[in-house]
């Protein structure tokens, strides 16, 4: 059954790993580590880290200790900040196709589509890393 809801794969993996990290906080964690906590290619991770180092969200630490870890507070990185630094800017989109091939004055799924892209994008622009931990470990 295929999903509505698109996002690729590295945004997930980024999203996931921002948030390890996160509970990782203040330690240097090796990208084998947290490709193995995800269950995700520790190759197509190590290309994550890449791009959200470029945005400074995490920072590379070198060596044979080295690895990753956040380059700010996760109070002080949202969702969207992760997720832009792997797809490039949230453009909110009302229709499911990547052009217009409807034929009908008004689309079939209303303004569903909308809505649902306006909601995705205010919860992560509203939701820190630290919003998430604090969920997370108050179960």
Do not use: W
């Amino acid at each position: 059954m295929s999903n509505i809801f698109g996002m690729t794969e590295a945004a997930s993996i980024a999203l996931h790993a921002a948030v390890y990290l996160a509970e990782k906080q203040g330690h240097v964690v090796s990208t084998h580590d947290v490709a193995n906590a995800l269950q995700v290619s520790e190759n197509h991770l190590a290309k994550v880290h890449q791009r959200l180092a470029r945005h400074n969200l995490v920072q590379a630490v070198p060596g044979p200790r080295g690895g990753f870890r956040l380059a700010r507070s996760p109070r002080d990185i949202t969702l969207m900040e992760v997720y832009e630094a792997i797809e490039g800017p949230f453009k909110a989109k009302g229709c499911l196709f990547d052009r217009r091939t409807c034929t009908r004055d008004m689309c079939i799924m209303g303004n569903l589509v909308e809505r649902l892209n306006s909601q995705f994008m205010t919860y992560l622009a509203s939701t820190n890393l630290q919003q998430l931990l604090d969920k997370r470990f108050s179960r």
